[in-house]
């Protein structure tokens, strides 16, 4: 879905779609989703989103998560991509929030995909439905990634800022830190062409800058690092 909403960013570094039937667990296996449709799909068609259906779902998904551990459950992955997406079209506060809090948990255990998921939501949801609390929520989580050694939310930030067709006031901190980005390709890390669905850990972070300031691509799944160089849904 990225792709197909997003056609004129032109910034995919992978082939593959957000809503093909694979999605890697936060090791890189990549197993296969069952041939029946996966509920995260079947929420997420127009005008096919039903509580009793989410509900059931997401309590699907905590409970494996909290079986397996943080990171672990290829279940959760699922619903992160799902809120990822709906949230863009059909914002609910609750939902977000909870989103953004476990995302954050798994990202402190190095465990970036929800993470990454969230930035992607920041990014293309902002663009469609500008809300000022939840850009300066983008904002922060931005600048918290980048001082935590990373370029992936950064990246986010300034495709944000290039493609939304309206100004918005950036920190100044963010500023600075743009500025040393010119084109998307600065923000690629040599070696790093990796489907965007492949959840990231500590354990695969590059070290490396990439050869020129940075920029958007927005599309690689391991973790960038840098050197110091339509109705809304009601509440669950």
Wanted: glycine letters at 4%; proline letters at 4%.
């Amino acid at each position: 879905m990225d792709s197909r909403e997003h056609q004129p960013r032109e910034r995919t570094l992978s082939s593959s779609s957000p809503l093909d039937s694979h999605l890697a667990t936060s090791y890189g296996s990549v197993p296969q989703f069952p041939s029946f449709q996966h509920p995260s799909h079947e929420l997420l068609k127009e005008n096919n989103f039903v509580w009793q259906v989410y509900n059931k779902y997401h309590a699907k998904c905590l409970k494996d998560r909290k079986k397996l551990g943080v990171g672990q459950s290829q279940e959760m992955n699922t619903l992160f991509r799902f809120w990822s997406f709906f949230l863009r079209q059909k914002f609910n506060k609750r939902m977000y929030l909870e989103f953004k809090n476990l995302s954050l948990e798994d990202a402190k255990e190095d465990y970036r995909y929800g993470l990454e998921c969230l930035f992607r939501f920041f990014s293309y949801g902002l663009e469609k439905h500008f809300r000022k609390d939840i850009f300066e929520d983008f904002q922060e989580e931005t600048l918290n990634d980048y001082q935590n050694g990373q370029l992936y939310g950064l990246e986010k930030f300034w495709a944000f800022l290039k493609y939304a067709r309206f100004r918005v006031d950036v920190d100044p901190r963010l500023r600075k830190a743009l500025s040393h980005f010119k084109r998307l390709e600065d923000f690629r890390v040599e070696g790093e062409e990796v489907s965007e669905d492949l959840p990231t850990t500590s354990s695969n972070r590059q070290r490396q800058h990439s050869s020129s300031d940075n920029h958007d691509t927005g599309r690689s799944r391991k973790s960038r690092s840098r050197q110091s160089s339509h109705s809304e849904p009601q509440p669950v």
